[in-house]
């Protein structure tokens, strides 16, 4: 069974027993957390929600609190002397895929 769900302002295509990194959620390692946030499942029978499915949840545990890779941002302007450079890391939740019910 597969289901899209939509966390943090993003949408993932997840399966039971799959791990994936998303952006931080609150929750500490070994926690269970529900995402009613669901926007489709497929099985048996394939239900699209308007937008989410009514009474679907997906259960998943937190594995890890941790950070991404870092990333450069330059920015310049030429001729101008103009050159900024700074640098981010997102903060990332790893997540397993527990149960998707319908």
């Not at 394939?46 to 991404?68: C, D, H, M, N, W």
């Not at 050159?83 to 990332?92: A, I, S, T, W």
Request: proline share 1%.
């Amino acid at each position: 069974m597969q289901a899209v769900i939509k966390t943090c302002g993003k949408q993932y295509c997840v399966s039971e027993g799959q791990v994936l990194a998303v952006s931080s959620l609150e929750g500490n390692v070994g926690e269970e957390i529900g995402i009613n946030e669901v926007l489709m499942i497929s099985g048996e029978k394939t239900v699209v929600g308007t937008p989410v499915v009514s009474g679907a949840k997906v259960t998943a545990e937190i594995l890890a609190q941790f950070r991404g890779k870092k990333i450069i941002v330059f920015k310049s302007k030429r001729r101008k002397g103009y050159k900024k450079r700074n640098g981010h890391r997102q903060d990332l939740t790893k997540i397993k895929i527990t149960k998707i019910e319908c």
